[in-house]
């Protein structure tokens, strides 16, 4: 199903029925401040195996990120941080930039990997603000694998593609082509991993 949400004022009926479906185990394909994600509830563990074999790859293996619409959610998922990492945190975010931090006993059983890490994000984004609100916690978020363009731009090409194994795809506009910029922030120092649409200095 193609819903389209209008990308500055998304329609709360429509941000309800997204909602509603990442509860009942559903799958959705939305916009972010960067490209289309590929997103579930996080505590559906059904869906977030649908999510990996969509992608052909392990749960505790896969790249995901928990995407947040504000860093209260920080201590439920992640360690405790240093004051300074929280601040940088801070100022970043929202926006294009996935911190990897160490993750707490609360991430759910299916995503520990051995190197038991979580990736947050906060995009600025209103569809997927209104969505994590409305839905009451994080949504667990990867990217679309495509080998063109369209593929994770383009939501109706999106759409046609992945209709019969995802059940909505959110129409919020054309998507960005860049990812967001990884940041590692497990260790004292905080390391680039992965440039991407957001600015970095170290």
Known sequence: MLISIHPKDPQPRLIKQ???SLRNGGII????????GLGCDIFQTKAIERIAWIKQIDPKKAQFSFVCANLSHLS??????????????????????????????????????????VGI??????????LIEELGHPILSTTLPGELVEDY????I????????????????IGGMVPSTVIDATGEELVLVRQGLGEWEE
């Open 76 to 117: 439920d998922f992640a360690k405790q941080l240093s004051n300074s990492t929280f601040r940088t945190m801070k100022e970043y975010l929202p926006g294009p930039y996935t911190f990897i931090l160490e993750a707490s006993k609360q991430v759910p059983k299916i995503l520990h990997s051995k190197k038991a890490t």
């Open 29 to 36: 394909v939305y916009p972010t401040d960067t490209i289309y």
């Open 121 to 130: 994000r906060v995009p600025d984004n209103k569809i997927t603000m209104a």
């Open 158 to 173: 999106i759409h046609d593609k992945y209709q019969n194994v995802v059940d909505i795809v959110v129409e919020g506009g």
């Open 18 to 20: 997204v909602a509603d």
């Open 153 to 156: 731009t383009d939501p109706e």
